[in-house]
């Protein structure tokens, strides 16, 4: 990210770039601020293309038009799919984009083996925009509530990101709230946080394996008709169950070989201050009972894909099998 604030500061504009990853938030930025930087905000000399396969010779033939009364043309190519199955047409042109031109493409997945993306490389710059660490989290969050004149403790900030997860749209939207609740004060509070701040979903499929371990079958279907509720597909809460459980299964098995909290979290990417939870909950379970649940987490999966359940169903199975699993364990 250095060379592109650099880029940004300095007008100093390459011919093309390449934003992806699996952070949005910062490639809706960079594009955002780079949208502003090239053309002014204005629409004359900025075009659009969105989707799988845009048409590389229209592409082309803006590439070649020279900027209406200023120094750029802006051309922006988002998710087209160019970086999995390039043009080679494409390929062959990017060497001959004029010193008037930028080309933004942004995508979510590439094969960094392509041409295409070497050829980016070589010519122009690709940034990689990866999940952000919990300390990174910490000082952007900090560094947004420090423009509003706010401050928060360490202790605070943890508690936060744990609710939130690790989102960083997500993240800026509960700051925001967090702001306008404490206006008049400086400091933000463990309160203040639990008073007008949101459960992440990650958070609220702890809680639901959690009730698993407890063996709460009426606590745990409340909380999977509350994830229902907000809408959360069953398919993907099917898979966070199961990340779920890999995670406990993960932290048993490096805590065992005698792995520290922090390099346990350091494996796992999560935040430091999670996995003495992840370790509380792993200890209801032996090692082979985790990975059982994976298992069936990943069984139910493929009867979806199947059809032979549906996705709700599936859910429900994967609590009361684990349910049942936990009372025939404890009995």
Not at 240 to 247: H, K, P, T
Not at 250 to 277: C, H, M, T, W, Y
Not at 321 to 329: I, P, V
């Amino acid at each position: 990210m250095q060379t592109l604030n650099q880029d940004l500061k300095e007008k100093n504009f390459r011919r093309v770039y390449l934003l992806f990853g699996e952070e949005p938030f910062l490639t809706a930025s960079y594009k955002k601020r780079f949208r502003e930087a090239v053309t002014g905000g204005e629409t004359m000399n900025y075009n659009y293309f969105e989707g799988k396969a845009p048409d590389v010779r229209e592409i082309i033939s803006l590439a070649e038009t020279m900027p209406f009364f200023a120094e750029w043309r802006l051309i922006l190519i988002d998710g087209s799919g160019f970086f999995k199955s390039a043009s080679e047409e494409l390929f062959e042109y990017l060497p001959k984009i004029p010193d008037t031109t930028c080309m933004i493409f942004c995508e979510t997945e590439v094969d960094k083996r392509s041409r295409l993306y070497k050829r980016v490389k070589e010519l122009g710059y690709a940034a990689e925009f990866k999940k952000q660490s919990p300390a990174e989290l910490s000082r952007w969050a900090a560094g947004l509530l420090a423009r509003d004149g706010k401050t928060i403790t360490k202790q605070v900030m943890e508690y936060f990101l744990d609710r939130t997860g690790d989102d960083m749209e997500n993240i800026r939207s509960e700051l925001e709230k967090l702001v306008c609740y404490t206006m008049g004060r400086d400091t933000i509070t463990k309160e203040d946080v639990e008073a007008v701040g949101s459960v992440h979903v990650t958070n609220r499929i702890f809680e639901l394996v959690s009730a698993i371990v407890s063996g709460s079958l009426k606590k745990a279907m409340d909380l999977y008709e509350d994830l229902l509720t907000l809408k959360e597909p069953p398919m993907r809460i099917l898979f966070l169950i199961a990340r779920q459980f890999n995670q406990l299964l993960q932290a048993k098995e490096l805590n065992a070989a005698g792995s520290d909290k922090a390099g346990i979290a350091a494996r796992l990417k999560v935040p430091p201050f999670a996995v003495g939870r992840l370790l509380s909950q792993a200890k209801a379970f032996s090692g082979e009972q985790l990975l059982g649940y994976v298992n069936l987490c990943v069984e139910l999966e493929e009867a979806v894909k199947t059809g032979r359940l549906t996705d709700r169903l599936a859910v429900e199975l994967v609590i009361t099998g684990s349910l049942q699993k936990t009372e025939g364990k404890r009995a």
